[in-house]
């Protein structure tokens, strides 16, 4: 570091981003475009609309990369606080599209369950900054609570696939933080013997007049067609047979770019937007399956990475939860298109086309970007 | 909690935590790859399959069923092509009720038309339109399209159906088409003959009985249904999820059925249906040298149109509960004692076999005792003495009472049985019935109680006169007329004369040949001729026939319908329906036969009178080219 330190300043100053981290982002962008442009061919959806998305999401991760840590830790409480405000706000007032209730007009209409993605992890990891060296078990319980309130309001929207996705950012930083091992463990087994049993009779738990406590009937219906697809043919299990039809006729090497029948046909659901993957592994094949998969586990394995070597708590948790993150958007919608998941709207990271999502996958990686940069910043 | 509290042992737990994150991590992306795995290695040829099947539709091309038409080309059963209301069910994500009931709104569909079709339609996503009502009128079609947007997946098609020209004319002898059944598609699907294809499969032949949509329920388009099909055509296709075609991959082009051209000659059909007027009856000619049918009439008739797109239950019923019995082809299945009309036969049986020469002579007093019982003659007094001529043309019952009693019931049955009395023709229509030529055998078999099925002597003697247990069709007594006129030699008697393939233009004799001959001596025959030429020339029917350039040998007969038990017969005293049978055969010209014909007159009463005059009207047009005054003018339908 020592022997060009004028070469590296200018370039920590000029670009400062993790090349590494940067390189297979633009890896993931490049899958992204090329099957986007299979995917939206005959429809009305414009490659112009996702350059601008794209574009937009760069200039947010770029200006977020420049952005302190510690300004972040500031906010946390401020953007937290404001997500729940606002999704109380819904709750009472939001607009209700497609029989759910997520959307609040305030001049332009926002969607506030989106913030929280960001702001949970900031403010669970902000808690856990401020409790640094002094942390007792039940500080984990107050954890939950922040947790467990916006996870609820969301889920009560209902939106499953963002009530997840908010979740699990805050239980990330829960369990990075050091949740006891004795916590964890009874829920991993409860969990894989849920499955089991889901699998062994889902028969049964899925009669029509079955109903199950808390969940609601078209979300029981999406695990139930999950469990079976044909029970449902022509209905909700629809989605899932094409898309698994789409991905197992691919082959070793797909039917190549522009020549998905499943995709051109129309068979594909959301075929740019949450189920791209179809459309990519169809005309790509297993080969573009393991490519993609490499991108992912390299793009995380370096975010876990970036958050190890992050000089405070905050942004130890925050960057791992962060990448997490990406790893539970992208592990769910595989998961789902590929029929091992219950179907939600959770897009493939810098894949599925979408304003939205976007905007917030680039603030996710210009905080990677930001918690890479200024631990070199502090060290040096 | 030490560990939470001293910040080196809180990092190194949580550089930990982050390699079991990464492991997670990797576990989780491994089941990603194992599913991929599955799905497009071990599963691909079953996914790669369902692809195929998802992409591509085949859609049914229905063959142009053969035209009919009579011998001299007039066409009689003909494809109109009409506009009708299909639902493409792929592409539809409502229910298909909400939608049916929508177009009850502009379009009239009975109730049971709906219930077809939500049953037809019903878990099926079909990318081939399930008809709904057909024949839509113009003004429906209008309606249709101005509020077409409304109804995404639905079409108004034009498609080709069955038409019959002339309506009630002919129509037992035509038949009808109607919608094919359930069952019918399960004996359409073993009947495909698909050995000319390149490949064949299971799912292919549905796809051919899908194409197609009616068949031949009754007469030649049901007997011919196999000739009038052809063969349903394929369209391969790439389309949409939501079942709209992008492009064409192959087709397979329809075949058209062949066509047929009837021995029939509709002109002489449709006179013939007209001297019948508001008379019941059946009527049969028959060219003898070839066994053609020129006419087979049945009266009343019906119009086969209204079956072809399912008849409705109120005119079912109707023409199901008419005493009249329009539905009823007569001339194939209605049988009647052929009464005098059987004398030329028996005749020609007492000189075949020799039990009566030409001019050996009876006394006839009027009446003929057998067993205590006592056999009148119509002509109270008798004819004096009568030889075999003047028993044909003065139609002496005492005659030929003694010549039954002579002869013995099986003796006469063995002789009319060649002549196909009590036996199948062979016609080419199905449904034909035996009738009854009695024998002391076919009386065993008929009663099961032995005691009741002994040939009881007294039975032969009524058999002479065409009566007791003899009943024949028209048909049969149409052919059996053909053979005497024809000497012997049996043509099958066929309403069909011609298959024509209507690509090579290939044309088959139905009737190449002759069945049998009956060897019969020519002089003997010649005294049958003759002998019928003097009932038209001065016997019975001399009046009918006065003034005639041509010679006809004939025979009038009478059919009892009800037995009076010695009472006198007085037509106009009993109810219509058991008045007699007027009943006549005859061929003409005599020398040289060109036709045959029998017919009856359903309780039309003395055959001279009712059923003589069609047939001099039919001889007069078919022999001089000269229409029957009284009849309307022929024209051809179009």
């Known amino acids: 570091m020592e022997k060009r330190p004028i070469k590296h300043y200018f370039s920590l100053i000029w670009f400062g981003l993790d090349p590494t981290l940067a390189l297979l982002l633009l890896g993931l962008v490049f899958v992204g475009n090329i099957t986007f442009l299979s995917a939206s061919s005959g429809t009305v959806v414009s490659w112009l609309d996702q350059a601008r998305n794209l574009l937009m999401a760069f200039a947010i991760l770029w200006i977020t990369s420049r952005i302190p840590p510690k300004w972040l830790e500031k906010a946390a409480v401020w953007l937290y606080g404001a997500g729940v405000v606002l999704l109380i706000a819904v709750a009472m007032f939001g607009l209700i599209k497609k029989g759910a209730r997520r959307w609040l007009n305030i001049g332009i209409v926002i969607q506030p369950s989106e913030i929280m993605k960001i702001a949970m992890p900031m403010m669970l990891a902000w808690y856990f900054q401020r409790r640094e060296g002094m942390l007792k078990v039940w500080d984990f319980g107050i954890a939950l609570i922040f947790l467990l309130l916006p996870t609820l309001l969301i889920a009560r929207q209902p939106d499953l696939g963002t009530a997840i996705l908010v979740f699990a950012a805050g239980l990330y930083v829960i369990i990075m933080a050091g949740l006891p091992w004795r916590f964890i463990l009874p829920f991993i087994v409860i969990g894989v013997i849920a499955i089991i049993l889901i699998i062994i009779f889902g028969d049964t738990i899925c009669a029509k007049d079955v109903t199950w406590p808390l969940i609601k009937s078209y979300q029981k219906h999406r695990v139930c067609t999950l469990l079976d697809p044909s029970s449902d043919p022509l209905g909700k299990g629809f989605h899932t047979i094409q898309s698994m039809i789409a991905i197992g006729s691919g082959g070793l090497f797909g039917k190549g770019w522009l020549k998905g029948t499943q995709t051109h046909l129309e068979f594909i659901p959301e075929k740019h937007t949450d189920f791209i993957f179809a459309v990519y592994s169809e005309e790509f094949g297993l080969i573009g399956n393991i490519v993609l998969l490499v991108l992912f586990v390299l793009f995380i394995k370096r975010g876990l990475q970036i958050a190890a070597e992050a000089p405070t708590l905050f942004t130890r948790l925050l960057g791992a939860a962060i990448t997490l993150i990406f790893f539970t958007y992208a592990f769910v919608n595989m998961g789902m298109v590929s029929g091992l998941l219950p179907v939600v709207g959770v897009p493939l990271p810098f894949i599925s086309y979408g304003g939205t999502a976007l905007v917030t996958l680039g603030l996710g990686a210009g905080i990677l970007m930001s918690i890479h940069r200024h631990k070199r910043l502090v060290q040096s | ?638």
């Open chain 2, 1 to 638: 909690m030490a560990n939470f509290k001293d910040p080196q042992t809180s990092l190194d737990d949580f550089h930990q935590r982050i390699r079991i994150a990464l492991i997670f991590v990797s576990v989780c992306m491994a089941l990603l790859f194992a599913r991929f795995f599955w799905l497009q290695v071990i599963k691909h040829h079953k996914y790669s399959t369902a692809s195929e099947s998802n992409r591509i539709a085949i859609i049914t091309t229905p063959a142009l069923r053969g035209l009919i038409t009579d011998r001299n080309g007039v066409v009689l059963a003909g494809n109109i092509s009409a506009f009708s209301l299909e639902i493409t069910t792929a592409g539809i994500d409502r229910p298909l009720e909400e939608i049916v009931d929508e177009l009850q709104k502009i379009v009239y569909i009975s109730d049971k038309d709906k219930q077809q079709f939500l049953k037809t339609a019903k878990n099926s996503k079909s990318t081939e339109g399930i008809p709904i009502r057909n024949f839509l009128t113009d003004q429906e079609v209008a309606r249709f399209l101005a509020q077409r947007f409304r109804f995404p997946g639905v079409e108004a098609k034009g498609r080709y159906f069955r038409n019959y020209l002339y309506g009630e004319l002919g129509s037992h002898l035509l038949g009808y088409v109607g919608k094919v059944s359930q069952k019918d598609r399960e004996q359409l699907a073993s009947e495909i003959d698909d050995s000319q294809d390149e490949f064949s499969s299971d799912e292919l032949r549905a796809m051919r009985v899908k194409g197609i949509q009616h068949m031949g329920k009754i007469g030649i388009e049901q007997s011919y249904e196999k000739q009038l099909r052809g063969v349903t055509g394929f369209n391969e296709v790439e389309i949409t999820a939501g079942g709209r075609v992008v492009r064409s991959l192959s087709s397979t082009a329809s075949i058209p059925g062949n066509n047929l051209t009837l021995a029939v000659d509709i002109k002489l059909q449709y006179i013939i249906e007209q001297l019948y007027g508001n008379r019941r009856g059946a009527a049969v000619v028959i060219e003898p040298a070839t066994g053609d049918i020129l006419a087979f009439v049945s009266k009343p008739t019906f119009d086969p149109n209204a079956f072809v797109d399912g008849i409705d239950s109120d005119l079912w019923k109707k023409l199901n509960d008419s005493p009249e019995k329009p539905l009823f082809n007569r001339p194939l299945r209605g049988v009647y004692p052929p009464g005098s009309t059987y004398k030329p036969f028996m005749a020609l049986a007492a000189l075949e076999t020799g039990k009566r020469t030409a001019t050996q002579t009876i006394a006839d007093p009027g009446f003929f005792k057998f067993g205590g019982n006592t056999f009148r003659d119509d002509a109270k007094n008798g004819h004096g003495m009568v030889d075999m001529k003047l028993s044909i043309a003065a139609s002496c019952d005492t005659y030929y009472y003694m010549l039954a009693r002579d002869m013995g019931v099986n003796a006469i049955h063995d002789f009319m049985k060649p002549f196909g009395f009590g036996q199948l023709s062979g016609i080419d229509i199905a449904g034909e019935v035996r009738g009854i030529l009695p024998s002391t055998e076919w009386k065993k078999n008929y009663f099961k109680d032995p005691a009741k099925g002994k040939w009881i002597e007294g039975e032969t003697i009524s058999i002479g006169i065409g009566q007791g247990y003899n009943s024949f069709s028209i048909l049969q007594l149409a052919q059996a007329t053909s053979i005497l006129a024809n000497r012997g030699v049996v043509m099958k008697p066929h309403l069909v004369k011609l298959i024509e393939d209507p690509l090579t233009h290939e044309k088959t004799l139905t009737v190449p040949s002759e069945s049998y001959k009956i060897p019969l001596k020519n002089e003997n025959l010649d005294v049958i001729t003759n002998a019928m030429i003097e009932v038209n020339r001065s016997g019975t029917a001399s009046q009918v026939f006065n003034g005639t350039p041509y010679q006809v040998a004939g025979k009038t007969g009478t059919a009892q319908v009800f037995s009076l038990k010695s009472q006198t017969y007085n037509a106009s005293a009993i109810s219509e329906f058991k008045r007699d049978h007027a009943l006549y055969i005859a061929f003409a010209p005599a020398d040289k036969p060109k036709y045959a014909i029998a017919l009856v007159v359903e309780n039309g009463g003395f055959g001279a009178s009712a059923a003589a005059p069609i047939v001099r009207q039919a001889l007069d047009y078919l022999i001089l080219g000269q229409w029957p005054s009284g009849v309307p003018q022929w024209k051809n339908a179009q």
